[in-house]
């Protein structure tokens, strides 16, 4: 199977030299990294596993720079065309087929150097001509996640992130996902609670273990389970499972005292704030898994994406905020 592949980052793709970062609250604050350092070279391809609100995609944001590290420094690698696969996988037009949705108004596709015509590739992702042409709300629920799959790979990258990829992936979409993921020449961020396909893509591991510590291990989840510590206890993980975004607690710094008035009142709301709009989007999320979702008319449905997409586009607003008043 032939992907979208950019031209090749520089060696160093990003490096974390003496991290910290914590959430802070109520006089307290919980660690997420202490002195974390870790260099990821291309090709690499790099598990991210730890317990439900360990910090997993606070990690995976510093790696990208989406936040900033309290001290330290993470620095990423030049030439670097990032592919980006959420967990709430609200990317798809819903006025437009399967087709539409991947050519976005072309009839063929770049892959590897190579012209491919659009329907030649969505057979690749299990798409007759007629399914690729036919309306998206009739797509089933695993339909529709091996087009956000074919999306992804048609555009070109050589870093590819992945979040909790295989949440509410059915068996065969799930094997072809292995298959993409073991053709790509990329490199390689993976966040995910599925242990059998840890151990079946990546070649390393970041496991947050507690109390800041980040372990670096070779190999997957079984070479982990072999390789840890013995005060490091496995975190409970399923085949699929959701991981609710940790929500920071309730933060006072004492950079609080030298904000005004109206800055340090909406430090102290944004907690509550994050706090209800992952809540909002994790509900949401979870309806649009529901099969009777896509029974609605079209226009509900493109409704309700637009809704998700502008919770998320407030959440990371509220990130953005916090950070920028934190600091």
């Not at 940790?246 to 430090?267: C, T």
Request: net charge negative; glycine share 8%.
């Amino acid at each position: 199977m032939t992907l979208a592949t950019a031209q090749a980052s520089g060696r160093k793709v990003i490096e974390a030299q003496h991290v910290d970062y914590a959430w802070r609250g109520d006089g307290n604050e919980r660690a997420i990294l202490r002195d974390f350092s870790t260099t990821i070279l291309r090709g690499d391809r790099v598990g991210i596993i730890g317990p439900n609100g360990s910090g997993k995609s606070t990690l995976l944001k510093l790696l990208l720079g989406d936040l900033q590290p309290q001290h330290g420094e993470i620095t990423r690698g030049t030439g670097l065309q990032i592919a980006y696969f959420d967990q709430h996988r609200s990317a798809l037009r819903e006025d437009w087929n399967a087709l539409d949705n991947v050519a976005q108004g072309t009839e063929y596709i770049e892959l590897d150097g190579q012209r491919k015509h659009v329907l030649g590739y969505l057979q690749d992702f299990l798409f007759s001509p007629e399914r690729a042409r036919a309306p998206i709300t009739r797509l089933s629920g695993g339909e529709r996640n091996r087009l956000l799959l074919a999306r992804l790979f048609a555009q070109a990258s050589n870093l590819l992130v992945m979040d909790e990829p295989t949440n509410d992936l059915d068996i065969e979409t799930l094997e072809l996902l292995e298959d993409l993921l073991a053709s790509y020449r990329g490199t390689l961020l993976l966040v995910s609670h599925d242990r059998e396909f840890i151990d079946n893509v990546v070649t390393s591991t970041l496991v947050l273990e507690g109390d800041g510590r980040v372990g670096e291990y070779i190999g997957g989840y079984a070479d982990w389970v072999r390789q840890r510590p013995a005060f490091v206890a496995a975190p409970a993980a399923k085949v699929v499972e959701k991981e609710p975004a940790a929500a920071p607690p309730a933060m006072v710094s004492a950079s609080k005292r030298k904000l005004s008035y109206k800055d340090a009142r909406e430090l102290e709301q944004l907690p509550a704030r994050i706090e209800q709009l992952e809540t909002a989007i994790a509900a949401r999320t979870e309806a649009m898994h529901d099969p009777g979702f896509y029974k609605q008319d079209a226009a509900a449905i493109t409704t309700a994406n637009q809704s998700l997409a502008t919770l998320q586009a407030e959440l990371d607003a509220a990130y953005q905020r916090w950070q920028a008043l934190e600091n």
